[in-house]
């Protein structure tokens, strides 16, 4: 791609060197005046912007036409994942229902507990592509609901304990990107703590903290925590990508966030979450 970008560009410099050598002869041959300057210069700009459009429509047609097929193929991969779940949730219902003793009673719990991990894959996938394609629109929910679903699925992992202490309130906002922006900064907080240490998460007045007694930051990693692929602790698994696309939720939302830490002592994330916090009757204005 870059090659054929890198020749492209070369053509379309030759192009423009011939045309304005043209000119310069033409001019050199009938005698220079404005006038015949003005139309001869309108005619190498009128050629030189045609042909660029000409190479450049030809250049990405062979990556839209790539992206087009995937595209289609990633919605027929949707389409097609979500039966068999709808299938495997619809005859656990019913052996659910005929189950006697405990030991099945138990897997098959664990199995529905599995079902709804994959669930949730597929709608964070089918978010992720509607984000591609279209703007998101924003929905109302209970925040303490939110905090109480997906602290209960963490949970299972056999991480840290969490204490969560969130006075009620609704917010409107992009919901998808909320929970894949609390998941992240819940995991982080349970990756680089002890597992017998809790994170703590508490809402008062609009402002959501996420506390927890980990390893933590100096303050050289935390001017650079925000930027995509640094890891603070490289000797942990990971892309690095978490933090960054929690403050490009956040940007997006318009959610103030700061994080402050201290090296073996711990970090804490803070949410201002009072432009996204709605009442009943601002809820209907809007």
């Known amino acids: 791609m870059k090659k054929a970008i890198a020749l492209t560009a070369l053509g379309y410099v030759v192009t423009v060197a011939l045309l304005l050598s043209f000119l310069y002869w033409f001019l050199r041959n ?6 015949t300057f003005l139309v001869g210069s309108g005619l190498v700009l009128l050629l030189s912007a045609g042909w660029g459009y000409v190479i450049a429509s030809e250049l990405v047609a062979p ?12 919605k027929d991969i949707i389409h097609e994942l979500n039966l068999p779940l709808a299938t495997i949730e619809a005859n656990l219902a019913m052996l ?3 189950a006697e003793d405990e030991r099945t009673q138990k897997r098959l719990t664990r199995i529905d507990g599995a079902t709804k991990r994959l669930s949730r894959l597929y709608e964070e996938l089918l978010y992720t592509i509607r984000k591609e394609m279209q703007e998101i629109p924003r929905e109302t929910f209970s925040l303490p609901k939110l905090l109480r679903e997906r602290t209960e699925i963490l949970e299972e992992q056999r991480r840290n304990p969490v204490i969560v202490e969130v006075e009620m309130c609704r917010i409107l906002a992009d919901r998808i990107g909320f929970e ?6 819940i995991l982080n907080a349970m990756k680089y ?43 942990s698994k990971g892309e690095g990508i978490g933090l960054a696309l929690v403050k490009a939720y956040c940007d ?20 201002d979450l009072k432009r996204v916090i709605v009442d009943e009757e601002e809820r209907e204005n809007r």
């Open 30 to 35: 009938e005698g220079f005046s404005e006038e």
């Open 96 to 98: 659910s229902k005929s």
């Open 252 to 271: 997006r939302e318009d959610i103030g966030i700061e994080i402050y830490s201290k090296k073996g002592e711990g970090t804490k994330v803070v949410l």
């Open 63 to 74: 990556h839209k036409k790539r992206e087009a097929h995937l595209l289609h193929l990633t």
């Open 193 to 235: 703590s002890p597992k017998t240490e809790p994170v703590r998460i508490c809402c008062k007045n609009g402002i959501l903290k996420i506390s927890d007694r980990g390893i933590g930051m100096d303050e050289a990693q935390l001017l650079r925590v925000f930027e995509r692929y640094y890891q603070a602790d490289t000797s």
């Open 180 to 185: 894949q922006m609390l998941d992240n900064l």
